[in-house]
């Protein structure tokens, strides 16, 4: 359970939201109702790019995406005069329980807050059910104890439910008001809203644009503990809500005792046509008033039910951190309650889900790149929809393809109902890698599931359909006799208009090379003979001495990169999902250190939001220099799934080392020595099977679940670095050692234990300087600044090279000690850092391996040392704090 007792209102960072898959709506500090974040002045706070709209909370259901001519920021000058894009539309918010006493105070979103006595908030990541607690006293009135209970239902998937429980300390009387406000149906049209029976009302919109498809929201009421009185049944417009044309309301006036509680339930039913077709009307109405009949700790013992299998099924577990484990299981949670559960759907999953307009609810490489792997590992039937989405929308991308001339199929930079090339939706110059990740997600499930049923039907088309326009796309150099790419834009954001860009590059040979041509033999199909000469003669951008890949041709050394690309250059607050990548390729290739934790720790700890550990995008959410949103005038998407979703591929891809291949699975566990207890990633899905893979500091078990689910088909898994594969069969485990990078260290600081006292720069941890990697560094606030590092137990020490990072500090102290309370021993005062390695204009632009700046300290004596005392004064570059890259004990 997550919580605050901090009543912070007005304030998206801090506000929780409930979602089931098919549908979901964000929730105020206050715990219900509609509300559009203000700045100090009274102005609207805008959300991310394309449409600069208000920050406000945000709900709506799967697919509901709108048509309209274009978006306020765009990428295509030449798509923007087509027009026909395609952003998500709001619905009526319909958590609104309103309260308002006989003096005309009314508790609602925007309340004032020095009325709010009282005040907890709790979001469970376990269930998603979110619980406000709060007492509030309005000014000469007695104190109202409220506390609302909010949930999308995880079976019934087209109800959302909303208790509140009143207490009061004397004897008054209220208006009950239940409100379905369109103030949050966000660029959607109007249908049509009515009453029904009694203690119903109901209301419809269309998205902009689309005249075929309708959300119909439907609510009803019930009370407990007291006879309300019906105030009016027609409110159209209740006073001081919104005056939206879709707003509908019913209220009642409560006599309300001092000593009693009274509880009201609303059961809302929310269903589109999308889903649902010409009933969906009859099926919003009949899910609220089925769930009406029934006794509400039922309906919760279904939905909790339902939440506690899906852990049971699958669950990432870090014992003993407490930190991390929030982190892992909110990301995991927030991730899944996005995607579908009980009903089939082809919409993929939004930047920022079904509860936020960030992005305008657009399709990115995000889905299938960042959320789709960890998911996919771990509950593939819930992943599939991102796969079906690019399914769905193969027809459109052929007719992209055919108008830029290309044969196969192009899929847009962005996407919503249509995936039509749009202003936002590039098909030409721009990031064509999207279509090789989408191709491999599909060959990634194909391995996972070996059906071939589904490759032939879905998936090959895709994969045959962008193989084709990559064929088509690359040009053969006529003096190389090289195939490039030209004009491109890569994951690395300032990387735009391009030549052979190497993500781009290495994925077309992964494509033509291995996975469309051996889905291609599967299925009996003929295999073009270009692919392979392709495959065989793509350009890769080099460095002049061949021995460094450039991330496009003509790159710079100088290059500042936006994100995924090279670590040493990427920008410290860039999108969260960058770090992510760098700890799996730590975790995987890291010879000696432990610099996977580094990044691991720069993955998240930034970018969590709490009270609910959501992701922003970006490490800081406020305008800066230092933010690589706001240089383009954009504000960060939140939350960012996307930030999560590359964040739980370390637990599935990176400490498990797990690589799907077409006969068997690959595994090599490693871990680095900060997580002591291990990790446990339960529930990994292989061909029918169920593993859970436990990691430890010595051995590591991959355990295959005996269960009546089980397919029994032959599992073949491979360990480590070697070609050595075993079978698992159902009951069954494999012990194997875990990988310890950080023992092969000959630093015999290495990976041990650093404290400072000193304020260091975002992301720029004191225990980088043990981690083994050159790229991670120590960076202080402050001008002078000291770490003590505890090598674990007292060594024989000659020496310490320190190794700085891009700013070295005009001098250094150096201390030792054997025993914790004892001072120092100076070694070192003052001493004067010089340059080895100096900064050289004319060879800033050189790709090459730099040289570090290295002071050399070796003693006059060996000496026994348990503890090391650094402090760094100064910096060599005016106006920053020093960096320090390693600290080499010898």
């Not at 506000?15 to 898959?21: E, F, I, L, Q, T």
């Not at 974040?37 to 709900?59: C, I, K, M, V, Y």
């Not at 852990?311 to 927030?334: K, T």
């Not at 698992?728 to 990078?741: A, C, V, Y």
Request: negative net charge; charged residues 15%.
């Amino acid at each position: 359970m997550l919580c605050t007792d901090s009543f912070l209102p007005n304030h998206y960072q801090t506000a929780p939201y409930v979602s089931n898959g098919y549908f979901g709506q964000t929730l105020p500090s206050e715990g219900m109702g509609y509300w559009v974040q203000r700045g100090e002045n009274g102005s609207f706070t805008n959300n991310s790019w394309p449409l600069d709209q208000p920050r406000a909370t945000f709900g709506t259901v799967s697919g509901f995406w709108n048509l309209q001519e274009n978006t306020t920021h765009f990428a295509s000058p030449e798509n923007l005069r087509r027009g026909g894009e395609s952003v998500i539309s709001g619905i009526p918010d319909w958590t609104g329980l309103l309260l308002t006493t006989a003096d005309g105070n009314i508790y609602r979103p925007g309340v004032d807050s020095s009325t709010v006595r009282r005040y907890r908030q709790c979001m469970s990541a376990q269930n998603g059910i979110v619980q406000t607690n709060v007492t509030w006293q309005p000014p000469s009135n007695t104190a109202f104890h409220l506390n609302y209970t909010i949930l999308a239902h995880r079976t019934r998937a087209t109800l959302g439910l909303v208790r509140l429980d009143i207490a009061v300390h004397d004897d008054t009387t209220v208006q009950v008001t239940d409100l379905l406000d369109g103030a949050g149906a966000v660029r959607s049209e109007f249908e049509s809203k009515g009453f029904d029976r009694g203690d119903s009302i109901w209301t419809s919109v269309k998205p902009y644009g689309i005249s075929n498809v309708t959300a119909h929201i439907f609510s009803t009421i019930r009370f407990d503990g007291v006879n309300p009185d019906p105030i009016s049944t027609k409110i159209g417009n209740p006073p001081r809500v919104s005056t939206n044309a879709s707003t509908i309301a019913q209220q009642w006036k409560v006599d309300l005792k001092r000593g009693d509680q009274v509880t009201i339930y609303k059961f809302v039913g929310i269903a589109s046509s999308d889903a649902f077709g010409q009933s969906a009307s009859l099926i919003a109405r009949s899910s609220a008033l089925q769930a009406r009949s029934i006794p509400w700790n039922l309906l919760l013992r279904e939905h909790t039910n339902a939440w506690d299998q899906t852990w049971n099924d699958s669950d990432i577990i870090i014992p003993e951190n407490v930190e991390l484990q929030r982190a892992a299981r909110a990301s995991l949670f927030q991730i899944l309650t996005n995607l579908p559960n009980t009903i089939e759907l082809a919409n993929s999953i939004h930047v920022g889900g079904l509860t936020s307009d960030s992005y305008a609810g657009l399709v990115f490489w995000d889905a299938d790149t960042w959320i789709y792997p960890a998911i996919q590992a771990l509950h593939p039937q819930s992943a599939v929809t991102i796969l079906k989405y690019r399914s769905r929308l193969l027809g459109q991308a052929i007719d992209n393809a055919k108008l830029y001339g290309y044969a196969g199929a192009l899929y847009p930079w962005t996407s919503g109902r249509f995936g039509n090339c749009t202003g936002t939706g590039m098909c030409k110059d721009y990031q064509y890698h999207l279509n090789t990740d989408i191709a491999q997600s599909l060959w990634n499930y194909f391995l996972q599931s070996n059906n071939l049923t589904w490759l032939a039907e879905t998936a090959y088309p895709v994969i045959k359909g962008v193989a084709d326009m990559f064929a088509a796309y690359v040009k053969k150099n006529q003096t190389t006799g090289k195939y490039e790419t030209i004009l491109l834009g890569e994951p690395d954001e300032f990387a735009y208009f391009k030549d052979n860009g190497a993500f781009t590059n290495a994925g077309i040979a992964q494509l033509l090379g291995e996975w469309a041509p051996t889905a291609a033999r599967l299925l009996n199909q003929s295999v073009p003979k270009n692919w392979s000469q392709i495959v065989q003669n793509i350009e890769m951008p080099l460095n002049d001495q061949k021995d460094i890949t450039l991330g496009f041709t003509g790159m710079p050394g100088d290059w500042v990169v936006k994100q995924a690309s090279y670590s040493a250059t990427t920008t410290p607050g860039g999108p969260a999902m960058t770090w992510s990548v760098f700890a799996i390729s730590e975790a995987q290739i890291e010879t000696q250190g432990c610099a996977a934790y580094t990044y691991l720790l720069r993955s998240y700890e930034p970018y969590i939001r709490k009270p609910f550990y959501q992701f922003s995008e970006t490490a800081l959410d406020s305008m800066s220099e230092d933010n690589p949103a706001f240089p383009f005038g954009f504000n960060p998407a939140f939350p960012f799934l996307t930030g999560a979703g590359g964040f739980l591929q370390i637990f599935t891809h990176g400490l498990t080392g797990m690589r799907l291949h077409s006969e068997y699975l690959h595994f090599d566990p490693v871990l680095p020595p900060q997580l002591p207890h291990g990790v446990v990633v339960k529930g990994l899905k292989w061909r029918g099977a169920t593993l859970d893979v436990t990691i430890s500091l010595n051995d590591s078990v991959i355990s295959r679940r005996l269960s009546a689910e089980d397919s029994n088909e032959r599992v073949l898994i491979q360990i480590g670095k070697s070609d050595q594969t075993l079978e698992l069969l159902p009951g069954q485990s494999i012990t194997l050692p875990t990988r310890r990078p950080d023992l092969k260290s000959k630093n015999l600081a290495a990976c041990t234990s650093v404290s400072s006292t000193s304020e260091f720069v975002s992301q720029m941890y004191p225990l980088s300087m043990v981690d083994g990697s050159n790229s991670t560094y120590w960076q202080p606030t402050d001008t002078v600044a000291s770490v003590i590092i505890d090598l674990g137990q007292p060594q024989n020490v000659s020496g310490v090279n320190l190794i700085w990072g891009p700013n070295p500090p005009r001098s250094f102290d150096l201390g030792i000690k054997v025993i914790e309370n004892n001072d120092f021993i100076r070694l070192s005062t003052d001493g004067a850092v010089s340059i080895s390695s100096p900064y050289r204009p004319k060879e800033a632009e050189l790709v090459r391996i730099r040289q570090p700046n290295i002071t050399i300290n070796r003693f006059e004596n060996v000496y026994p040392v348990r503890y090391i005392n650094l402090t760094v004064k100064g910096s060599w570059a005016a106006g920053q704090s020093a960096t320090v890259a390693e600290l080499d004990v010898f």
